[in-house]
């Protein structure tokens, strides 16, 4: 499997035309896509491109949110957003919130973000995207369109884990790839056949991914992929959510 970062991706704003500035890179970086590719985009130019941003500066916080950034330490207008855009708050300590965000996986803040958003990191923070999937299956359509092939798009995020430090890169939207592979009922190298195996194939491509991005001032947030071990499927977000009722860490 090769994973190549395209270059040439400018700053994004509101408004651009995603699917074009990628088909110009990939023109750039001398691929032309064929069937079975996949194209892994940060999430980062997403929002930006969908308008996303929030000037905080026209955030009221309501009291809940001035309770819980009292308990953080974090910026009361920023928490405002955290609790707009989530389901339910899970935990709190100094400098983190964890939550159920509105799209249903489990994060810190929100997925809110200051980093990379307008230069002004006091007053300008970053949201997720309205719909991943329905932004995936979007890139993917124009994609497709203009090159007349079958491919795949994840869009993907930073993420921490339960019990590890660091973060890594997973999966909040996805079109035409599968999101968990599963494997049971095949057999291993000694004939057994694997009873719980499934693969979350998606997140292994969105982490893989994200060590070519990188994590701060590269500015390569679109990857293409050539050799991914999977056939390509429709899939969504939901295939890689664990179920409450399954849920033994909450």
């Known amino acids: 499997m090769t994973l190549t970062p395209l270059v040439g991706i400018p700053l994004i704003e ?30 980062k130019i997403i929002s930006k491109a969908e308008g996303r941003q929030v000037d905080l500066r026209r955030v009221q916080p309501t009291k809940d949110a001035k309770r819980l950034a009292s308990m953080t330490g974090k910026d009361p207008r920023q928490v405002e ?35 990379n958003v307008l230069g002004d990191e006091q007053n300008w923070v970053l949201l997720l995207p309205v719909d991943p999937d329905a932004s995936a299956d979007n890139l993917r359509a124009r994609l497709e369109g203009a090159s007349d092939v079958c491919i795949g798009v994840l869009i993907i995020d930073s993420h921490g884990r339960a019990w ?19 494997l049971r009922g095949r057999p291993d190298l000694y004939n057994f056949h694997l009873q719980i195996t499934e693969v979350g194939a998606a997140d292994e491509l969105a982490a893989a991914a994200s060590l070519v ?27 890689l959510l664990r179920p409450k009722d399954q849920d033994l860490f909450r």
């Open 14 to 43: 509101a408004g651009d035309d995603l699917a074009s500035i990628i088909l110009d890179s990939l023109d750039r970086s001398g691929i032309e896509l064929v069937d079975g590719d996949v194209l892994v985009v940060a999430q």
């Open 81 to 115: 957003m955290v609790i707009q855009e989530s389901n339910q708050i899970l935990r709190s300590r100094p400098g983190t919130i964890i939550v159920e965000h509105r799209l249903g996986f489990i994060c810190a803040n929100a997925g809110i973000d200051r980093s």
């Open 164 to 182: 590890r430090l660091g973060t890594v890169g997973i999966t909040i939207g996805i079109s035409g790839l599968p999101g968990v592979v599963d």
């Open 213 to 239: 991005m990188g994590q701060a001032s590269e500015g390569t947030p679109v990857v293409h992929v050539r050799g991914f071990p999977y056939e390509l499927r429709e899939s969504s977000l939901g295939e």
